[in-house]
């Protein structure tokens, strides 16, 4: 099954060179995860009812509850996939209970998928990861470990402790809204290129394409004129606002559909 290499290098505002590594899905394979809104007792919410939700005065900012200290980075790999992943599971624990700060490594999520190359990989294959390895703890495998050969021996053992238990398929803009209303962090693709770094009024540039980069975002807001979200790029904290920049839904209308945007709304845990 043959599907198109994607890893664009792209430079960042420092100089240092970041591979994206994001992988259309291969031709013919279909996302078995169940749609956003299929269960019963997660249904999709109207317009009205995520911006009453999201514009409510009490409500806590993602980048407010999870700050720098939250951003990963992937160095110069293509591990973008896995440390979307990563910050996905970290905050969907912190979301379920599990205040202790505890986060995840994106480079052990990525040996899982990588196929033994630093070459990239594809959203769904996050899934498959969560549920079936968990997550090994950022402070035992570090970003820089993308191979299991050069991770802890214990590595899967610790991992095993921490595994996605829910996984949904984004089947349109308006599940991904009440995701992210429901406070569950998703993963996306984005188009990173020239412009993604140029943030204008916090608001990341669009480039033409059909993804490269997949992120993580953990909130919607809506301005009064667009829906922004927010997403937690895995660039450290020098990439935009500290790490941090808004997409809209120009972000998507190319990369919807390419690929599988995931939502993991729970978590299981053995202590």
């Known amino acids: 099954m043959e599907f198109a290499i994607m890893v664009d290098v792209i430079v960042d505002e420092r100089g240092f060179e970041r591979r994206c590594g994001s992988l259309p899905m291969p031709v013919n394979r279909v996302c078995s ?24 005065s009490d409500r806590e900012k993602s980048r407010d509850l999870f700050g720098p200290e939250w951003i990963l980075d992937q160095l110069s790999y293509g591990s973008c996939n896995g440390h979307a992943l990563a910050g996905c599971g970290a905050r969907t624990r912190f979301v379920g209970g599990r205040r202790d700060g505890l986060l995840f490594s994106g480079a052990y999520s990525y040996s899982k998928m990588n196929g033994g190359r630093d070459n990239g990989s594809v959203i769904l294959d996050d899934i498959d990861v969560a549920q079936r390895d968990g997550f090994a703890p950022l402070s035992l495998v570090s970003a820089t ?13 610790e991992a095993a402790k921490y595994k996605g238990l829910e996984c949904y398929a984004l089947m349109g803009l308006m599940a991904l809204r009440t995701a992210l209303a429901c406070r569950i962090p998703c993963i996306v693709a984005v188009m990173a290129g020239n412009n993604f770094a140029r943030l204008n009024g916090g608001v990341c540039g669009i480039d033409n394409g059909s993804g490269n980069h997949a992120v993580l975002v953990d909130d919607v807001l809506w301005d009064g004129t667009q829906w922004l979200y927010d997403m937690a790029n895995s660039w450290g904290t020098k990439y935009g606002d500290g790490g941090r920049g808004y997409l809209t839904d120009g972000h998507f209308k190319q990369t919807f559909g390419p690929h599988s945007f995931v939502a993991v709304p729970a978590f299981d845990e053995l202590r």
């Open 33 to 56: 995860l169940p749609p956003f809104g299929s269960d019963p007792n997660m249904p999709l919410w109207t317009e009205a009812e995520i911006k009453a939700v999201v514009t409510r």
């Open 145 to 157: 470990m993308i191979y299991p050969k050069n991770q802890p021996a214990d590595a899967d053992e």
